[in-house]
């Protein structure tokens, strides 16, 4: 904790840690040393970890990086930090991330860019978003792990760009709960972490069902870390041929063909398969995520959180509405809020809304049939690139940063396990990783798959 503590401190020009809890880390890690000293050690403790800060945490700033959110300090814990803190984890602070979680970029943020910490020339690099904080801080060895949330690939695009594992789990293995919602039936947490090992420990801490998320599912969490064998002889491994996308580098290509190679040499056997509905992914995902956005946005009205704007003589409730939601809200967000209220509108309601739903219906089905056909894992590449400068996609056009997602928001609409693990460099020498996609409830040997890539 205390080396953690010191590397926060000089890793501020990446600017990942927007606030530092050093006192409650002390007290944690003293509290941790005590379980420990009397032989009762669970299994995170003592385990130094950033928080991203969509998640609620007691007295803490929790902002969700956004200024509609600014000197909200929640009266409660999420599930999901009150049991990593259970099972004995120290938080060191907050990090930073895209605001409410939308973006590829980590430029949205109201705290500012996010710094990658790898390096190749002068440019500063993106560690990807919309968990950019948790990416770089974990990359750059200012914590042991980090909370992630993946609602279209924030979690597994910003492991992919800074070299880490990250898994986004089932929908409903862990608790929504005390997380600031952006799209309810696409939001799940996950950890991000060096290894993959690191992942099945801290992901076992932070699962479970919870009576407070009524979409939380009421299963036992198995052992993730028992499961990792290495042995995936027999295993059959899907290559779905729509992954295949027009122009994809080289160097992604290669990195698919090495991630067979290692699969195949661990016993398993490669098949080619179809995943017909795979190109309407983005723009189902499009529709619906901007959709339940705007809905559950609705709640920062000026009254309940943070920001309320400065009235002038003569404003009624309605112009406070407008004031505060104009200032607090980014541009992004902003964006997504008309979107979404757009596709949910009496008029088009059925042309978007309902179509996006139907396709999300068929994108699960492609999954199902593929594991009905006895497929135990389905390897794609994470990102269509490796880490890009700061600056250069944010540009007038948000569908280049959408593109980004290509890969990984299939998994959020089908609710299925999804990993990213780092797998090699590309000739600049930056990270790329492989996406691993798994069978519901099976992130044990999913992770076993992965494993098996580091
Ligand atoms: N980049 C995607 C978006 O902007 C995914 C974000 C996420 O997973 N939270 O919506």
């Known amino acids: 904790t205390m080396s953690c503590l010191t590397a926060i401190d000089a890793g501020d020009p990446l600017n990942a840690f927007v606030h530092k809890t050093p006192e409650i880390a002390l007290e944690q890690a003293r509290a941790a040393d005590a379980r420990l000293a009397s032989g009762d050690a669970p299994a995170m403790c003592g385990i130094p970890l950033g928080i991203k800060d969509l998640f609620c945490t007691k007295g803490v700033a929790s902002q969700a990086a956004s200024n509609i959110l600014k000197g909200f300090k929640p009266e409660y814990e999420s599930t999901v930090t009150t049991k990593l803190f259970d099972a004995g984890a120290v938080m060191l602070g907050k990090l930073n991330m895209d605001e409410f979680a939308m973006g590829s970029s980590n430029e949205t ?6 710094v990658n910490p790898w390096k190749v020339d002068e440019r500063r690099l993106t560690p990807g ?44 293995r862990v608790s929504r709960w005390g997380v600031v919602a952006f ?17 099945a ?8 069902h919870d009576p407070k998320d009524s979409t939380s599912a009421e299963l036992a969490v198995p052992d993730f870390e028992a499961a990792l064998t290495g042995d995936i002889r027999g295993k059959k491994i899907g290559i779905p041929r729509e992954y295949r996308m027009d122009g994809m580098p080289d160097e992604i290509e290669a990195l698919w063909a090495k991630g067979r190679e290692m699969l195949k040499d661990a016993g398993a056997e490669i098949v080619d398969i179809s995943l017909p509905h795979t190109k309407y992914a983005l723009p189902a995902y499009y529709v619906i995520a901007p959709a339940e956005a705007s809905s559950n946005l609705a ?30 809200f980014g541009k992004e967000v902003q964006r997504r809020v008309m ?8 008029g088009f309601y059925d042309a978007y809304y309902n179509r996006a739903r139907k396709v999300r219906a068929l994108i699960k089905r492609d999954f199902e049939l593929a594991f009905a056909d006895g497929i135990d894992a389905i390897l794609t590449p994470a990102t269509p690139s490796s880490a890009f400068g700061l600056g250069e996609m944010a540009s007038a056009d948000p569908v280049q940063m959408y593109l980004n997602d290509v890969f990984t928001v299939t998994v959020n ?9 780092p797998v090699g460099l590309d ?7 492989l996406q691993l996609i798994g069978r519901p409830w099976e992130e044990g040997d999913l992770l076993n798959h992965a494993h098996v890539l580091e």
């Open 109 to 114: 943020s109201c705290y500012g860019d996010v």
């Open 129 to 172: 978003g919309s968990s950019g904080g948790s990416a770089s801080a974990v990359a750059a060895d200012l914590c042991l792990g980090a909370t992630g949330t993946d609602t279209g690939g924030s979690i597994r695009q910003p492991a992919a760009f800074t070299g880490i594992v990250g898994i986004k789990p089932t929908y409903g």
């Open 183 to 199: 799209a309810s039936s696409l939001d799940q947490a996950g950890p991000m972490t060096k290894s993959v090992r690191d992942a």
């Open 201 to 208: 420990i801290f992901l076992g801490a932070m699962s479970g």
């Open 299 to 328: 709640r920062y009205d000026g009254v309940r959180y943070g920001h309320r704007a400065r009235l002038a003589q003569g404003d009624g409730i309605t112009e406070m509405y407008e004031k505060t939601r104009a200032e607090g």
């Open 339 to 346: 979107i979404g209220t757009y596709v949910l509108s009496a």
């Open 413 to 421: 609409l089908a609710g299925l396990p999804g990993v990213s693990v």
């Open 427 to 433: 000739a600049k020498g930056l990270p790329l990783g």
